[in-house]
């Protein structure tokens, strides 16, 4: 027979290395996205805009100031967030529109789908904007839930939908925010008790502009303004959500923006907008909190990337990734304060299926540029992307908005990115490597400044 005290020792002993070896719960995950929001729109960031409860979050997590969309417009940034992929690989080379009946490749894997093969209750409130039929509605994509707008809130028709029902046509823009709002902390109530992913792709500041009464004329900065203070209390309800439901300490938040402002609007001091491939079309806000994982306060200046969160979410999730292999990289020790900057692959920028420019470290190379911008009417000829008579380098470290072309000086640089470049595209789609091609046979004038009509001749 066993003596008692070592009965209980025994068994003491062995429940301790049972809990010890007992998993942690999985973390849950909230992704708050914006469109068009600005580089320069936030407190944060120079703004000012009220907006207390995302300067809240990022004095609580880790704040980014070289976080890079992986395109300049709506569609292809979208795409890139869900696959971690680029847009031109994944069959988002461009904006999507209502007549087109397509959208992201049907063969490609989602964060979503990720997540809710590893157990995950998925929601999507808000913007889609990456195919509007069935097949590619976010409840056939990984999202067991949908409550949005199936595009860009300027394109008509406009429904609200809800998974693959229209529920309001047109949708009434100033309750939008309030509404997806509502939605949200109803998915977080409902979800406390397993891990979740939100999804939570505002429709503004996008124009039309619109704020529910309680905001409208109540900012400082016109109605540009009240609609991102809306937006900043929306985060403030989900962040209190998180806390009054108890998964606080269990849950990665992340913010950022599909691309630059469009119309309205600041990029702060970056150079460009929505559109173009400058930085103030890419560069976005990136603030990400996790009480306990991520450090209280620090401001990293690593390069980032949307295609990103899929690898770093699908690190702390232990989720499989998909056979395609990804472009972006896990940058959880960036978050986590382990690391202050991660090596990686050249980054490209595409405007559609064009390559223009590319980003390395601290340096930016333009190697193209179309000769009109995205939104503006066609030059004679047609719009086309053209090779600069020579590549234009900037130091982003020292000069943000891209104004001192140092490509004279640094032409190991220029021809170590070059090459870069020529390796990357090698393993693009065809319809990249035609336009690549077809770029190096179309060079600008050197006596016309891209983006002007061709001089007339005499």
Not at 180 to 203: D, I, M, N, V, W
């Amino acid at each position: 027979m066993i003596h008692r005290r070592a009965f209980l020792k025994s068994t003491g002993a062995a429940l301790g290395a049972t809990l010890r070896a007992a998993p942690a719960r999985l973390p849950n995950i909230v992704f708050i996205l914006c469109d068009d929001l600005g580089y320069g729109d936030l407190g944060c960031y120079g703004s000012r805009i009220r907006t207390p409860n995302l300067d809240r979050m990022a004095a609580e997590g880790v704040r980014f100031t070289n976080f890079c969309s992986a395109d300049p417009v709506c569609s292809p940034s979208r795409a890139a967030l869900l696959t971690g992929r680029y847009p031109t690989r994944v069959g988002v080379p461009r904006v999507l529109f209502p007549r087109d009946a397509g959208g992201l490749n049907r063969d490609e894997t989602t964060l979503a789908d990720v997540l809710k093969a590893g157990g995950y209750r998925t929601m999507c409130i808000g913007k889609w904007h990456l195919g509007h039929t069935p097949p590619y509605l976010p409840t056939s994509r990984g999202f067991d839930a949908y409550f949005g707008i199936p595009y860009s809130n300027d394109m008509s028709p406009r429904p609200l939908m809800r998974d693959t029902q229209v529920i309001e046509q047109p949708a009434r823009l100033e309750t939008l925010t309030r509404r997806y709002t509502e939605e949200a902390l109803g998915f977080l109530q409902k979800s406390a008790r397993e891990p979740f992913f939100l999804y939570l792709p505002h429709t503004f500041p996008h124009i039309p502009l619109a704020a529910s009464e309680r905001f409208r004329g109540k900012s400082a900065e016109g109605l540009y303004g009240d609609v991102v203070e809306e937006i900043d209390w929306s985060v403030g309800q989900v962040l209190r959500a998180l806390r009054e439901n108890g998964v606080d300490q269990d849950t990665l938040v992340m913010f950022s923006s599909d691309n630059g402002p469009w119309y309205q609007g600041s990029p702060g001091r970056l150079r460009g907008r929505k559109g173009t491939t400058y930085e103030g079309g890419i560069r976005e806000p990136f603030l990400a909190r996790w009480p306990g994982k991520i450090p209280a306060g620090p401001v990293s200046d690593a390069l980032a990337s949307m295609m990103d969160v899929f690898p770093t979410v699908a690190r702390l999730t232990g989720a499989s990734l998909p056979a395609k292999p990804l472009d972006g990289v896990d940058i959880w020790p960036l978050l986590a304060g382990e690391k202050e900057s991660i090596d990686r692959e050249i980054l490209l920028y595409f405007d559609n299926w064009d390559l223009q420019c590319a980003r390395w470290r601290n340096w930016k190379l333009h190697i193209a540029r179309h000769n009109s911008a995205a939104y503006s009417p066609a030059p004679p000829g047609g719009r086309h992307n053209l090779l600069l008579p020579r590549a234009e380098l900037y130091n982003l470290a020292e000069d943000p908005d891209e104004s001192y072309d140092v490509a004279a000086e640094n032409s190991a640089v220029v021809a170590e990115m070059e090459r870069r470049i020529r390796r990357l595209i090698s393993g693009f789609p065809a319809e990249v490597q035609q336009a690549y091609a077809e770029a190096q046979s179309r060079k600008a004038d050197p006596a016309t400044p891209t983006g002007a009509y061709p001089r007339p001749q005499p």
